[in-house]
């Protein structure tokens, strides 16, 4: 399958709420940052087969509401690489992911994302209400990622 990969548009809103409201995932606020999603989706069918969105907060983002049909570890990666530069266009200077298995770190960290205490996360990122949702319920291993050294 070919995929194409994209940046969300107001137009793209609907789409994206359904795909993560299937995957139970939270969809409140997504319209105040949807130039934050990446959109992947399949070149032949035109089908969302998966999104991506970072909640800007100050100068850094939140990693959330990734979901992804049918994709294996390549196609997470490339889209993971894609909502860096994302990022670094956004002129944001680190993002911040929660993942709760280890399958999902060892591919954060292929790309340069490190583990880290979540203590050691910055306060506006803890008070976020998609981090606060998730502590506890889902006990979140927190990532971080420097954009300072990646090229737009």
């Given amino acids: 399958m070919t995929y194409i990969i994209r940046q969300a548009q ?10 993560l409201t299937k995957a139970g995932l939270d969809v409140e606020g997504i319209e105040s940052f949807i130039d934050y999603f990446l959109l992947m989706e399949d070149e032949v069918r035109d089908d969302l087969e998966g999104v991506v969105g970072i909640e800007p907060i100050e100068n850094v983002g939140l990693l959330r509401s990734m979901v992804l049909q049918n994709a294996g570890a390549e196609e997470i990666l490339f889209l993971l690489q ?6 670094k266009t956004k002129e944001l200077k680190e993002l ?6 280890q399958n999902a770190i060892q591919l954060f960290q292929l790309l340069g ?32 990622y420097s954009l300072e050294n990646v090229d737009k």
């Fill in 10 to 19: 107001q137009v793209d809103l609907e789409r994206i709420q359904s795909l």
């Fill in 82 to 87: 894609q909502v860096i530069k994302l990022a």
């Fill in 96 to 101: 911040y992911g929660m993942v709760n298995s």
């Fill in 113 to 144: 994302f490190k583990e880290i205490d979540s203590n050691n996360i910055p306060r506006m990122v803890g008070e976020s209400k998609a981090v606060r949702k998730q502590i506890p319920v889902n006990n979140p291993i927190f990532l971080q």
